[in-house]
């Protein structure tokens, strides 16, 4: 079986935390492949404006161009509409076909939030988790969270042991509209990127 992980999010900007947990996923559930999905429009944040959805997948582009195993990619940014996680997790498991297993990464704040999401019920029968903890969470409470997902929708949810990286993309938007730099919270590529551009002014 070939084994694959999903990591979507908002990514504006990617940073070393998004990326630790694609690394530490892969290496620990012995992934053959992470996918960075950046999301259109998130449904959560529609009254904030974010970078454009080409600027934010190039950044995760740069970010893994050295990172064999995990890449960028523009599935939700192509559909028209927002593409919910179900949707998109649907749609990448139809294409890859019935050899291929299908991971759901993600961080404290998701899993915890998981219920709000579209179709949670079908999201959380259906497919696989994988969770890494984040800094600014209490671990008690995911592991509670954790077991009341198996307990009531039978989720095949594991944690991943990940570095703990407290960095936020709120963070580092926060820095870079207050002249700050970014001292090792985004990798030197995407600093790059984002000063040439002048995102996040
Ligand atoms: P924002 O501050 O704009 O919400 P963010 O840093 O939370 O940005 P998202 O794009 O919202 O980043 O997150 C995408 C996914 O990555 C989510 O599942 C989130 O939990 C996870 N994630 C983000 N930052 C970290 C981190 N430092 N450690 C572990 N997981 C993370
Ligand atoms: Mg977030």
């Not at 050899?99 to 999201?123: C, M, P």
């Not at 988790?129 to 509670?144: A, H, N, T």
Request: aromatic share 8%.
């Amino acid at each position: 079986m070939r084994k694959i992980g999903i990591l979507g999010g908002s990514f504006d900007p990617v940073h070393n935390g998004h990326i630790g947990l694609a690394r530490d996923a892969k290496e620990q559930l012995g992934l053959d492949e992470v996918l960075m999905i950046p999301a259109k429009f998130q449904p959560f944040k529609l009254d904030r404006k974010m970078v454009s959805g080409q600027q934010r997948l190039e950044m995760i582009e740069l970010a893994v161009a050295d990172m064999p195993g995990i890449t960028a990619c523009d599935y939700e940014l192509r559909q028209e509409e927002i593409s919910y996680t179900y949707k998109t997790l649907k749609a990448i498991t139809e294409m890859e076909g019935p050899e291929t297993e299908v991971y759901f990464l993600t961080g404290t704040d998701s899993i915890l939030q998981i219920h709000r999401w579209k179709n949670a019920d079908e999201l959380l029968h259906n497919y696989n988790f994988v969770v890494g903890s984040r800094p600014g969470y209490k671990d008690d409470e995911l592991s509670e969270c954790i077991e009341r997902l198996k307990r009531d929708y039978n989720t095949n949810i594991t944690k991943v042991d990940n570095h703990q990286l407290n960095i936020s993309s709120t963070e580092i938007r926060e820095r870079l509209e207050s002249g700050q730099g970014l001292s090792g919270l985004v990798p030197e590529v995407v600093e790059r990127y984002i000063i040439k551009h002048g995102l996040y002014k």
